[in-house]
């Protein structure tokens, strides 16, 4: 992780010492918002700032880390977007810390971003004290995706805990169905642990792990969640490697797999379905209490031209907008981070979510931590998940990277 931190440090160096760099005019968004739900809540806050009296454009990539990737390039290139649509965790402190992102006081000020949303959601969007992103929505991460029908022709009821889970596989691969759809990427590997992590020993496990505790790093409940992840694999198909999270979810919807973990950008693969709770369901891991949760937003890079920094200004108020916030949520399918939004402003999975959090014990995502333990998290699970090492090295390697 080092090496990531020093490219973007020299990144910044690079901008600073251009010989005449050209004035940016373009302006536009970075991100990796591609599902139907996402590009449904994209143009909602497009909209928006249309309305304010901006011009529009975006450059879309397939995953967050393509996106991250195209922006370092144009900072060095002298050419940045004006913001970077990503969870606001390691990334932005990276990026903040290498002096990328544009101090955004005075609109923030200007523009009461503060006023309808928490302290601690404001402090997402900040570097030491400073406004450096917006935060617009907040992910719960560990949601379980069914399909009802497969799971019904099969005879089996919607598990309720880890256990009924466990036992409801075989019987499902029996019925000659995926009983369970897992992508081909690090960071999805990365979310099915999360869960197994959950159901092995809770949010003390979890948030232990996460935070690097070295007794808990260290201990046997991450070397069980290890194992459990392990047991997993028999229950997949031959054809996840390399697959995309889309692709991954159609695989439940149209009833060749029972159930998918994932975040709740891929409520809007089952569409086609009708209404959550018929045909498809989605839930929050039911075997514990416990939320992981990550904010998602709008980082804005430091740029020179005067038409750039306004129309920063428009997009934080365009997003920022809590009426806008909120029916931008509704199409994803998540929380805004507004507390002006209500129980009654949702349905199916995001109601679900805001019912949940009233009551539920919440935890930072890897996602929204410092890169290196995603990174860690990431490399060791992938790792084991396919087969290049077994479970005392992926429990090693854990150690190694996370207890501190």
């Known amino acids: 992780m080092q090496e990531v931190k020093t490219i973007v440090a020299a990144s910044a160096m690079a901008l600073a010492v251009l010989p005449g760099a050209p004035a940016i005019a373009d302006g536009d968004v970075s991100h990796n918002w591609n599902a139907e739900n996402e590009a449904a809540a994209l143009r909602i806050f497009r909209d928006k700032f249309v309305e304010l009296g901006g011009e529009w454009q975006d450059t879309a990539f397939p995953d967050t880390q393509a996106s991250i990737s195209s922006v370092k390039t144009r900072i060095i290139g002298g050419n940045p977007p004006m913001a970077l649509q990503s969870a606001l965790g390691g990334v932005m402190q990276e990026f903040a810390e290498a002096g990328l992102l544009q101090n955004m006081d005075d609109a923030a000020a200007a523009g009461g971003w503060g006023d309808n949303i928490s302290e601690s959601m404001a402090a997402v969007g900040k570097h030491d004290g400073s406004w450096v992103a917006v935060p617009v929505f907040v992910d719960v991460i560990n949601w379980l995706y069914t399909n009802n029908d497969v799971l019904a022709k099969a005879g089996v009821s919607p598990p309720g805990t880890w256990d009924e889970f466990k036992a409801s596989l075989p019987v499902l691969q029996d019925a ?61 198909d031959e054809g996840k490697s390399g697959r995309s999270w889309n692709d991954t979810a159609t695989l439940v919807a149209t009833g060749q797999a029972a159930y998918f973990f994932m975040g709740p950008w891929a409520a809007g693969a089952f569409g086609d379905l009708g209404e959550e709770g018929g045909s498809w369901s989605c839930r929050l891991t039911p075997w514990d209490n416990s939320l992981t949760v990550v904010a998602d937003g709008f980082q804005f890079i430091k740029v020179e031209d005067e038409a750039d920094r306004a129309a920063q200004v428009l997009l934080g108020n365009a997003v920022m907008d809590p009426a806008t916030q909120i029916a931008a949520a509704s199409a994803k399918g998540t929380l805004p981070v507004t507390t002006a939004a209500t129980a009654s402003d949702f349905d199916g999975c995001p109601a679900k979510a805001v019912d949940a959090m009233a009551g539920a014990t919440s935890m930072t995502h890897w996602n929204g931590r410092a890169a290196d333990v995603g990174t860690a998290v990431k490399d060791a699970v992938s790792a084991l998940w396919n087969e290049a090492i077994d479970v005392d090295a992926a429990h090693e390697q854990l150690i190694n990277n996370l207890a501190m």
């Open 176 to 236: 000659g169905v995926i009983p369970l759809a897992v992508g081909g990427q690090d960071w999805q590997e990365g979310i099915l642990f999360d869960h197994v992590v959950l159901a092995a020993g809770g949010a003390a496990l979890y948030d232990g792990m996460m935070s690097g505790d070295p007794e808990v790093v260290k201990g046997d409940g991450v070397r069980t969640a290890l194992e459990e992840l392990a047991g997993l694999r028999p229950y997949t």
